[in-house]
């Protein structure tokens, strides 16, 4: 069955489904010896396409990996950085390195740290990333000051970014001491740098951003800089997020 060729390479692990379009708006990919056009659909067991003038095909796709990292402070959630930044990939044993694809799932800035993804399953970063997708992410929060109820319920019900309203979020204080407050915060949605946003713009500025889950998918005890593979059911949830984001069963890839 004929695909586009962006989800084509994200399903091979040539890369995320974003990082397939620009490979083919910068003139890398070829279909059947011409230059691919963006949108254009190939069938893999007919059609040879190719990447940087190497032929790939299905056999290539290296193994399905799945991690969860605990991000310390100060690393880039990126594959490389031009300021030759500590990113997320170095924290990884070699073998993952050389894993071809994988990449982190959304990001974490510099400053903030905890539970973050990591996959070479394009399929999984194309549903978690998405905008229409809402999965639920936990994040820890100290911010200056102490907010009030009326704070709060601004927050909870949304705040106008960029001329659009935030989706409604759970936010419940924790403990507080005499200069800061621990929030609890669980969002829908993942814009640019949201919740540092939204504080400042509610006059109480984040001191540490730290994310604690992902779904179902919770960092616990994980150390800071260590990873662990995903379980079972985690897996699985993953799974049914990508099975209900595309109605077609075998666009699904995870697997062990």
């Known amino acids: 069955m004929a695909e586009r060729l962006q989800k084509i390479l994200s399903q091979w692990g040539v890369a995320s489904r974003r990082e397939a379009e620009q490979l083919i708006l910068q003139g890398r990919v070829r279909l059947n010896g011409s230059?691919?056009?963006?949108?254009?659909?190939?069938?893999?067991d007919v059609d040879q396409i190719e990447v940087d003038g190497r032929h790939?095909?299905?056999?290539?796709?290296?193994?399905?990996?799945y991690l969860l990292l605990h991000k310390p402070i100060g690393v880039v959630s990126t594959c490389k950085d031009s300021w030759n930044r500590t990113t997320?990939?170095?924290?990884?044993?070699?073998?993952?390195q050389q894993r071809a694809g994988i990449?982190?799932?959304?990001?974490l800035d510099?400053?903030?740290?905890?539970?973050?993804?990591?996959?070479?399953?394009g399929a999984v970063t194309f549903c978690l990333t998405h905008p229409r997708h809402q999965i639920t992410k936990t994040y820890r929060v100290w911010v200056q000051g102490h907010p009030d109820a009326s704070v709060l319920a601004q927050w909870r019900n949304g705040v106008m970014l960029a001329g659009r309203l935030t989706l409604p979020a759970t936010v419940n204080p924790l403990e507080q001491n005499d200069?800061?407050?621990?929030?609890?915060?669980?969002?829908?949605?993942?814009?640019?740098?949201?919740?540092?946003?939204?504080?400042s713009q509610l006059g109480h500025p984040v001191v540490?951003?730290?994310?604690?889950?992902?779904?179902?998918?919770?960092?616990?005890?994980?150390?800071?800089?260590?990873?662990?593979?995903?379980?079972?059911?985690?897996?699985?949830?993953?799974?049914?997020?990508?099975?209900?984001?595309?109605?077609?069963p075998e666009a699904t890839s995870i697997s062990r």
Do not use: C, M, W
């Open 35 to 44: 230059l691919a056009q963006l949108g254009q659909k190939a069938e893999p």
């Open 179 to 199: 200069e800061q407050t621990l929030l609890e915060i669980e969002l829908r949605e993942g814009r640019n740098r949201q919740i540092r946003r939204v504080a």
């Open 110 to 121: 510099a400053a903030s740290t905890g539970a973050l993804l990591l996959t070479n399953d």
């Open 208 to 248: 540490h951003l730290h994310r604690v889950a992902i779904g179902p998918i919770q960092l616990r005890q994980l150390a800071v800089g260590k990873h662990r593979a995903l379980s079972d059911a985690e897996l699985n949830f993953l799974h049914a997020q990508v099975k209900q984001f595309n109605p077609y």
């Open 103 to 107: 990449h982190p799932v959304g990001r």
């Open 88 to 96: 997320v990939l170095d924290l990884l044993p070699h073998q993952f």
């Open 56 to 65: 790939v095909q299905p056999s290539d796709r290296p193994q399905l990996t």
